[in-house]
């Protein structure tokens, strides 16, 4: 969702720690997807970092178990405590070649600051983040961005 990346390097793991990983280039910002999809997979808004996939080395491989969520998506879990570790598109796109890692994996989250949130109109209104500056797009300007979301807006389904 951005591209702005350090030269930080930060771990994380799964919540029952089978699955670990260590990122390279990990980016200072973070992005909100509100899309009904990010909402059921994570049970509130996906918060993620962006980080290109050779710059992530993953252990417990073995538990790691991909869902293709759409035609240009997939999402991974934690095949023994179900924790979600990652949104990738899979489609060649400009938001290719990137893991989306949810920020609560992260050993230490903090330092990041929230740069963009998606699909805004679809946020639900009990949701509320503090702070000010960040880039907000509705599924309209997110569709704009991306035009093989298109296809699922107008027939109804869910993007991510």
């Known amino acids: 969702m951005n591209a702005t990346t350090t030269e930080r390097t930060a771990s994380g793991a799964c919540l029952c720690g089978t699955v670990r990983f260590v990122a390279r280039g990990v980016p200072e910002k973070f ?3 509100h899309c009904e999809m990010c909402r059921r997979w994570t049970g509130s808004a996906l918060l993620d970092l962006d980080v290109p996939v050779e710059n992530v080395e993953w252990s417990g491989e073995e538990h790691i178990r991909t869902f293709q969520s759409s035609d240009w998506a997939e999402r991974a879990w934690c095949d023994r405590c179900g924790s979600n570790l990652w949104f990738r ?3 060649d796109n400009e938001w290719s070649g990137s893991y989306g890692i949810p920020l609560g994996l992260f050993d230490d989250a903090s330092g990041f600051e929230m740069s963009t949130e998606i699909f805004i109109d679809q ?5 509320a983040y503090a702070g000010t500056g960040r880039a907000v797009l509705t599924r309209a300007e997110c569709v704009a961005k991306f035009p093989a979301l298109d296809d699922a807006t107008s027939q109804g389904a869910d993007v991510t």
């Open 123 to 127: 946020k639900p209104d009990s949701f």
């Open 31 to 33: 992005a909100a997807c």
């Open 89 to 91: 598109m899979t489609q």
